[in-house]
């Protein structure tokens, strides 16, 4: 029982950290190593929620035990404030996003301040400041320059609730990211940046973060790049001068190509229809208008009938001159490879079912009861002791025809009807036939990814407008540097509701400009970019938050980045992740950075749930951070999150004891109210128990908190205490030196979870300045040995005493030990020790004689 008032507690030391600034990041003249600390910066979508207070929790608990190690760290805080919600809000009151962004902002801020965040508040930044979104103009107009942002009309996905395109990355399942809805393609002309030039560097440098980033995230980013590997196949076409191009990763299986399979909604399959017969135009029209009504998922499902329609066009197959049948059918994407393929049914099970369906031939080409290793068969034995022959059971090739069974043969095995590549292990064969593919020039090995371009226009105002202009005669030039920021209009005046185009298109005033080579008349570009532009680089304006004449210093980039911990939530294992690391590798070819990875380390936090749910307004089962923190404080909240469980793992606010971390922290105060010593004692000496407790958790808890255990320190943080308590009441008492080490190491410690009561602490310990920048006392090696010995002391060869000592005691130890204690003195009485026999840490043998 007996509580402490949080209130005063907290309000006190946030006024004197808000004066002192003492979180305030070194500058170059400070020579400590440095740590950079970053938690995702905030979305202001209104009041803080129990999973920023988990994690900026987690980046403080870092960012102040790094303090406490002798780093310059640098924590800073800012805010992805463009963005959808802030415009919705907006259209729903009449208001202006502009307004309902920068309240929700500086409620935030105040949320933070309260919550005892250890920010250095000198660099806080917003994305939607004209300061900051001048960086990013900045940053597509280089893009630009190295041909890495370009415009293409392609079919895109589009959000019919939010009335504007989203990136591949925002559509899951199928559906938006933000909203739910289901996405349909739309073809449009849009700006994209070409991170696809960099998908072999993006997945390669992926080894480099193993074990530094959640497992989980390496294997999403793998999938997302998805590189495949194989060889572009060129096919002549009956008709037509061009070769088309196939992609496949079965080059081996070429002689096994009955037919060619081209995607409906390609170009392609438009102008083989196109001259084809005009029953064939007028059955492909038919089928592509079904098709562009479906999703890609449905596409690719595999137990779906299979549909498509015969162009009556064909493909020479350039390894034997066969004539290939060409179809079009939706189970081939218009955007993977080349939008076509070679179908090879015998071996590949989505053009088996197809051929099955429409009744194309298959042709087997590799054997797959062939063994390809040359390891030696285990001959197993019936019940007589003979040998079973090992085919018995095995099926021959002819059982397992595919155009029997609907099963392809996708197995290893060895290559036939194939000519040069026959008796060819699949390895083997793929390596011959790249060669003579290249040779005759008809082929090439080649690569194939999942990844796209990445679509950055959107079709809504509250985002950093794109700085190119559309001159008269169809061209675009980007607009003058000198004109930077192109800033928003005013939103008053103009209408936000959504209309599948951009509300800045019809701002008159802001749209008209002129051609800056020859002043005629021009437009501006209508969209805004992608808010996850702004969140790609933001880490680094952190570093020179205000430089009017440059993104970022390089220089302090070199000094403070990458960042060494990264924490936020699982959510954006491939979506800003994956922007971050793109545009980083593109800043570092501009030279613009000495690294090619932003984030050294990467935590995700679980999420906070109640009552095994996720928590959210509509189902009504919020848990309010601010009336937590009204209720509890910060410190008792801070701390029940932390013990709350692992980081990585769900926290279930059901099973969060607030009231017990209350207890825990009242308790600790009184601990160090009760200390009755000198602040100048000297440590080293008093209670051998609690000292031990107490340089027990000054030696674990580093390792802890390196490895994110916040919850174990905090547990081991409560032992102390308790000891402390004991040792208080029932054991040497509250003048003892070493509950006044106790007490200040409880205070150092407890700073990572509860700066306001450690404040507090300290001060009452007798100390003047902020227990969140002493340096961590070092553990005394001696204390933490765990196991004690009893020794024997002899004189003459008679027992006179035992004594507890470390199993590591040094023979010179050990005899000073013995020699001064107060039996073996008395028991000596005047007699001359004229031999001692020291084996530690055992036995202590002296003579006398
Ligand atoms: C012939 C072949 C024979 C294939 C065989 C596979 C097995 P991943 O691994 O996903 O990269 N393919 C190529 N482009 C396609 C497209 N636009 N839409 C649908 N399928 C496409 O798959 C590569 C394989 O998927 C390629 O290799 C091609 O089929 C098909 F026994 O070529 B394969």
């Known amino acids: 029982g007996g509580g402490y008032d949080a209130h ?108 005892g965040v250890s920010f250095d508040w000198n660099r806080v930044l917003h994305t939607s400041d004209p300061d900051y979104y001048r960086w990013n103009q900045w940053l597509f107009q280089k893009l630009y320059e190295r041909g890495l942002a370009y415009r293409k009309a392609s079919p895109v996905n589009w959000c019919p609730n939010d009335q504007t395109v989203l990136a591949n990355e925002q559509v899951v399942d199928g559906h938006c990211e933000r909203c739910g809805h289901e996405v349909v393609k739309k073809k449009l002309t849009q700006w994209y940046f070409k991170i696809t030039d960099y998908a072999d560097r993006l997945l390669d440098d992926l080894n480099q973060l193993e074990g530094f980033w959640p497992s989980k995230v390496l294997r999403m980013q793998r999938n997302w790049i998805g ?61 592509l208008e079904r098709v562009q009504r479906e999703t890609d998922i449905e596409r690719q499902s595999t137990d779906r009938p299979k549909t498509g329609v015969f162009l009556d066009r064909f493909a020479i197959n350039p390894v034997n001159g066969e004539r290939l049948p060409i179809w079009a059918a939706d ?33 087997v080409v590799v054997d797959t009861t062939a063994p390809i290793t040359g390891a030696i068969p285990v001959i197993e034995l019936d019940e007589n002791g003979d040998p079973i022959d090992p085919t018995l059971d095995d099926p021959s090739l002819d059982d397992l025809d595919p155009a029997r069974t609907g099963i392809a043969l996708t197995g290893e095995g060895r290559l036939i009807n194939s000519g040069s590549l026959n008796g060819l292990s699949k390895r083997h064969a793929i390596a011959r036939i790249v060669d003579e593919l290249t040779a005759a020039g008809t082929g090439r090995a080649a690569k194939s990814y999942r990844l796209r371009d990445w679509l950055i226009s959107r079709q809504r105002f509250w985002g950093t407008p794109i700085p190119m202009i559309h001159t008269e005669d169809g061209g675009i030039v980007p607009v003058p540097e000198e004109q930077l920021p192109l800033t928003l209009p005013d939103a008053r005046g103009i209408d936000l509701t959504p209309k599948g185009s951009s509300p800045l298109g019809a701002a008159s005033a802001w749209m008209q400009t002129e051609d800056p080579e020859t002043g005629a008349a021009a437009q501006r570009d209508p969209d805004t970019m992608d808010t996850f532009v702004d969140s790609s680089w933001y880490f680094l304006r952190f570093l020179s938050p205000g430089d009017a004449t440059q993104a970022f210093d390089p220089a302090q980039a070199a000094r403070w980045a990458p960042v060494d911990f990264y924490i936020g939530g699982v959510e954006h294992a491939i979506l800003h992740l994956l922007y971050a690391r793109f545009i980083t590798k593109a800043l570092y070819d501009m030279g613009h950075l000495d690294f090619t990875e932003p984030f050294s380390s990467l935590i995700n936090q679980g999420m906070v749930i109640l009552n095994g749910a996720k928590m959210s307004k509509s189902k009504g089962n919020l848990v309010l951070f601010q009336e937590e923190l009204d209720a509890h404080g910060a410190d008792a909240l801070r701390v029940a999150l932390a013990f709350a469980g692992p980081v990585e793992d769900d926290k279930d606010w059901a099973d969060v004891s607030t009231t017990g971390a209350t ?46 255990k916040f919850n174990v320190v905090v547990a081991r943080l409560m032992e102390l205490v308790n000891a402390t308590r004991k040792a208080i009441d029932s054991g040497p008492g509250a003048a003892d030196p070493a509950v006044r080490e106790a007490a200040e190491a409880t205070a150092m410690v407890l700073d990572l979870f509860a700066p306001h009561v450690a404040e507090e602490m300290w001060e009452v310990l007798g100390y003047d300045g902020f227990v969140g ?77």
């Open 227 to 287: 590189r495949s590997v194989g060889a572009d196949i060129d096919f002549e076409i009956e008709g037509r001068a061009e070769k088309v191009t196939v992609f496949s990763t079965r080059p081996d299986t070429l002689h096994g190509a009955t037919f060619m399979v081209v995607a409906p909604d390609s170009d392609l399959a438009a102008e083989l229809a196109a001259g084809s017969t005009a029953e064939v135009r007028m059955r492909f029209q038919d089928y």
């Open 331 to 363: 189970y081939v994407l218009a955007d993977y490879g080349h939008g076509a393929v070679m179908a090879v049914p015998a071996h590949d099970q989505r053009d088996l079912d197809f051929a099955r369906a429409f009744d194309l031939p298959v042709k």
């Open 8 to 115: 005063a507690v907290q309000t006190k030391w946030q006024q004197r950290w808000e004066a002192a600034d003492p979180f305030r990041a070194g500058g170059p003249e400070d020579t400590r190593p440095r740590k950079y600390v970053l938690a995702m910066f905030p979305y202001p979508s209104g009041d803080l929620h129990m999973g920023h207070a988990e994690n900026y929790l987690y980046s403080d608990i870092v960012a102040r035990f790094w303090r406490h190690r002798g780093y310059n760290v640098l924590n800073p805080i800012g805010w992805d404030s463009f963005g959808l919600p802030a415009e919705n809000a907006a259209i729903k009151r009449g208001a202006d996003p502009r307004e309902w962004t920068y309240a929700n902002i500086e409620q935030q801020k105040a949320g933070f301040r309260q919550y």
């Open 773 to 849: 920048l002493v340096t961590w006392r070092q553990a005394d090696p001696m204390l933490l040995v765990e196991d004690s010995v009893t020794t024997v002391v002899q004189i003459d060869g008679k027992v006179r005493a035992t004594l507890e000592v470390s199993a590591r005691i040094d023979a010179a130890e050990l005899e000073r030990l013995a020699r001064a204690d107060a039996r073996i003195v008395k028991a000596l009485g005047d007699r001359e020790v004229v031999r001692a026999v020291v084996r530690p840490p055992k036995v202590v043998s002296f003579s006398t004689r």
């Open 663 to 708: 207890k825990f922290l009242s308790r600790a105060l009184r601990v160090a109210h009760d200390v009755s010593s000198d602040p100048d004692v000297i440590w080293a000496e008093g209670d051998p128990a609690l000292r031990r407790v107490t340089h027990r958790l000054l030696a674990d808890a580093p390792g802890l908190v390196e490895q994110t």
